[in-house]
Nanobody, 121 residues
Framework: QVQPVESGGGLVQAGGSLRLSCAAS????????MGWFRQGSGKEREFVAR????????YYADSAKGRFTISRDSAKNTVYLQMNNLKPEDTAVYYC??????????????WGQGTQVTVSS
């Protein structure tokens, strides 16, 4: 089971950018489709983006299309989420996890600590 460690969140104004990182602790991400999820205050956790292994095929939630880019660096065992043109509704704690390819649901029930993204208007 992968153990993700997320980082890169922060406070940014609307229209700004952030780059999130997800590093593996204890096991490689190799072989897994990896993805990002987010959970806003009082909301359920939702899928944001995923990237396959090894083809690096990507898929995004409608809310992320055209603004977010997911990528992975196998040598660094890290998955990234570049977020541009951020909106206040992107405010959430962002998590990464292995992803089920058939439905983009998280593969594991355990989560890292996440990284907080706050977008001010």
């Amino acid at each position: 089971q992968v153990q993700p460690v997320e980082s890169g969140g922060g406070l940014v104004q609307a229209g700004g950018s952030l780059r999130l990182s997800c590093a593996a602790s204890g096991r490689t991400f190799g072989g897994y489709t990896m993805g990002w999820f987010r959970q806003g205050s009082g909301k359920e956790r939702e899928f944001v983006a995923r990237i396959t292994w090894p083809a690096r095929s990507t898929y995004y939630a409608d809310s992320a299309k055209g603004r977010f880019t997911i990528s992975r660096d196998s040598a660094k065992n890290t998955v990234y989420l570049q977020m541009n043109n951020l909106k206040p509704e992107d405010t959430a704690v962002y998590y990464c996890n292995a992803v089920r390819l058939e439905d983009s649901r998280p593969m594991y029930d355990t989560w890292g600590q996440g990284t907080q993204v706050t977008v001010s208007s």
